[in-house]
């Protein structure tokens, strides 16, 4: 008796430790949400306000808030109750619900089925029929791939006067280059919209097993620039004919030989919409 009475001692306390840690991850979730409902709040009214006088002080304080809301995001995510190591705490913690919305219908599914039992594994009989089906849905990336397209111009001789013809070269953005146009302009939108310098790409292509140099990717993006040149001259003639242009000026810092020097960004948006 001594021995079932220690052993209901212990489960007691157990189970009041339980409750205890998961009524301290319950404060500490509804301070997290809390934290991260003022965060979002304070970001949605500094986005709003981000083109006044002190633009420039309003982003990077805009970028620090949104590092510090991710952040409170990670560690709510890492107390959850579904993610804790402590199985108690994940039996007796309540589990949010905060409205996941579902997957978009036009990306491709896989379909993955997971064998079914051909016995019940109450009594063993095989008489199985189906009653349904409860379908788990889970984003999925696939790493970008790369291939080698080869362009092969055949050579044919005429028997009667020994004259050769080939098909003419393909069209290539950069003159006897070896880069696709596919290619290019992942160079491009990761350079100019997701500002990530030559020399983190040229890493990234070497950890994937491609040996691109940085000032290969220099050259071709000057390459890119002169070809898309005649596009960019009608964009601006475009723009600067209209009767009503917003114009904003950036100041971004430019990395040059052993320093860091000012650089500025001037950004026309042509309106052609009412006043008002």
């Keep these: 008796m001594t021995g079932d009475t220690d052993d209901i001692i212990a489960l007691r306390a157990a189970l009041a430790a339980a409750e205890a840690r998961a009524q301290v991850a319950e404060a500490r979730a509804a301070s997290a949400e809390a934290q ?3 965060l979002k709040h304070l970001i949605a009214r500094m986005r709003q306000d981000r083109f006044g006088a002190s633009s420039e002080r309003g982003r990077r304080l805009l970028a620090q808030l949104e590092l510090e809301l991710e ?36 990306l491709p599914r896989e379909r993955v089925v997971i064998p079914a039992p051909t016995q019940c594994p109450c009594c ?20 970008r791939q790369f291939k080698v397209i ?15 013809t080939q ?17 290019l302009s992942t160079i491009l939108c990761d350079k100019f919209l997701q500002h990530l310098p030559l020399n983190r790409q040229s890493e990234a292509f070497a ?6 140099d940085t000032s290969t990717l220099a050259d071709w993006v000057g ?3 002169a070809t898309l040149a005649p596009l960019t001259a009608l964009i601006r003639a475009h723009v600067l004919a209209a009767q009503r242009l917003h114009a904003d000026d950036t100041i971004v810092p430019v990395l040059a030989k052993g320093r860091t020097v000012t650089g500025r960004l001037w950004n026309y948006v042509r309106d052609d919409g009412p006043f008002g």
């Design 36 to 38: 991260i409902a003022h």
């Design 71 to 106: 952040e409170l995001e990670t560690t709510l995510a890492e107390d959850a109750p579904e993610n804790a190591a402590d199985p108690a705490v994940r039996a007796t913690a309540p589990r949010s619900n905060r409205g996941r919305q579902p997957l978009r219908a036009d």
């Design 124 to 143: 063993g009989s095989d008489r199985l029929s189906k009653l349904g089906e409860s379908v788990t849905e889970t984003l999925e990336v696939i790493p």
């Design 150 to 164: 080869q362009t092969v111009r055949e050579k044919f001789t005429c028997r009667d006067c020994e004259s050769i």
């Design 167 to 183: 098909p003419p070269a393909p069209f290539h953005p950069i003159a006897r280059g070896r880069a696709g146009p596919w290619l």
């Design 207 to 212: 950890r994937e097993g491609i040996d691109l």
């Design 223 to 225: 390459a890119c620039t």
